[in-house]
């Protein structure tokens, strides 16, 4: 087995590439070692001691190093650990599967509730999202979770590589903010949430 490594926009994450479907379906973000005890995976590689956030999606793996790590060092671990995983067929999950991690549904971590006289608009974005958006973050190791709109702001959480990626507030504010204001009149800024 053979795992590609790309760099990501954000200098602290790398994005692995096992070759393999990782998820079969969605993305999981693991920001703590706490949260990443529901994945022997995600939970591997936070012990190496230098890892401060994993995030899962559909055919890679974003490791963030902390401040100080030196990815020449830490690379062949992070792979190692890959390696391990992927060609024992280890379950992604702590019991087999997702079936009993508890995942937020999107809508429930929303910011407020979306009015629902503005239905129409919030299709609208969360369709450009998922055509536009969501693919080119994940090309860069990482994903977009939409967290509202309210009087024409449209609220986004960055996850995975992008989160606190130097060049994110730039995606945003002229990337996706522009993609936006183009496609849906109705939208005037967008915030990271």
């Known amino acids: 087995m ?31 070692p706490e949260e990443a005890e529901a994945s022997p995976l995600a939970q591997a590689l936070f012990d190496t001691g230098e890892v401060t956030g994993v995030f899962f999606g559909s055919n890679f ?9 030196d990815w ?3 690379k062949p671990q992070v792979v190692a650990v890959l ?9 992604l999950f702590a019991g087999g599967d997702a079936s009993g991690i508890s995942v937020p549904v999107e809508d ?20 450009l999202l998922e055509t536009r958006v969501r693919p080119a973050v994940a090309g860069d190791g990482g994903d ?10 449209v609220y986004l959480q960055m996850q995975g590589a992008c989160s606190g990626c130097p060049s994110s507030t730039a995606t945003l504010k002229h990337g996706i ?7 849906v009149p109705e ?6 949430a």
């Open 187 to 192: 939208v005037s800024e967008v915030r990271a």
């Open 2 to 32: 053979f795992i590609e490594t790309e760099t990501t926009p954000n200098p602290s994450t790398l994005k692995f590439l096992p070759g393999k479907q990782v998820m079969p379906s969605g993305t999981r973000d693991f920001a703590s």
């Open 83 to 91: 390696l391990d995983h992927f060609v024992s067929e280890a379950p």
């Open 61 to 69: 793996v974003s490791v963030t190093a902390g401040p100080g790590s």
């Open 177 to 183: 903010e522009g993609l936006l204001k183009h496609y």
């Open 72 to 74: 020449s060092a830490l």
């Open 108 to 127: 429930d971590d929303l910011i407020f509730e979306d009015d629902p006289a503005h239905s129409d608009i919030v299709d609208q974005i969360k369709e």
């Open 144 to 153: 977009i979770r939409y967290r509202g709109f309210k009087d024409g702001v």
